[in-house]
Nanobody
Framework: QLQLVESGGGVVQSGESLRLSCAASGAPLENYQIGWFRQVPGEEREAVSTISGSGDNTYYADSVKGRFTISRDNAKNWAYLQMDSLKPEDTAVYYC??????????????????????WGQGTQVTVSS
């Protein structure tokens, strides 16, 4: 059974960068599309970025396009979210999530939260102005 553990969160100032990492264990990561989601207390969780199992397709929320970059290393079972030019509105708990796509397409990716059924515990990102 796939398990995910996020790391790399922290407190930074506006304009700085952070790199979130997601370590996967228990199954080959290449069978899963990976998503990064975030949630602010009192608000709904939102999709930030997703990447297909093969890594050839990605999705970015409009609010992070041009600033965030999602990537993965299937050989090492890791996924990443590089966050540059951070803004105070990026402050949230960030979650790594996975969806088994082994039975249809390694190029599939979706930002629909209900499709992701394996979640990490989350890592806090705080951006001060």
């Amino acid at each position: 059974q796939l398990q995910l553990v996020e790391s790399g969160g922290g407190v930074v100032q506006s304009g700085e960068s952070l790199r979130l990492s997601c370590a996967a264990s228990g199954a080959p990561l290449e069978n899963y599309q990976i998503g990064w989601f975030r949630q602010v207390p009192g608000e709904e969780r939102e999709a930030v970025s997703t990447i297909s199992g093969s890594g050839d397709n990605t999705y970015y929320a409009d609010s992070v396009k041009g600033r965030f970059t999602i990537s993965r290393d299937n050989a090492k079972n890791w996924a990443y979210l590089q966050m540059d030019s951070l803004k105070p509105e990026d402050t949230a708990v960030y979650y790594c999530a996975a969806d088994d796509v082994s039975y249809y397409s390694g190029s599939y990716t979706s930002h629909l939260e209900y499709e992701f059924d394996t979640w990490g515990q989350g890592t806090q990102v705080t951006v001060s102005s």
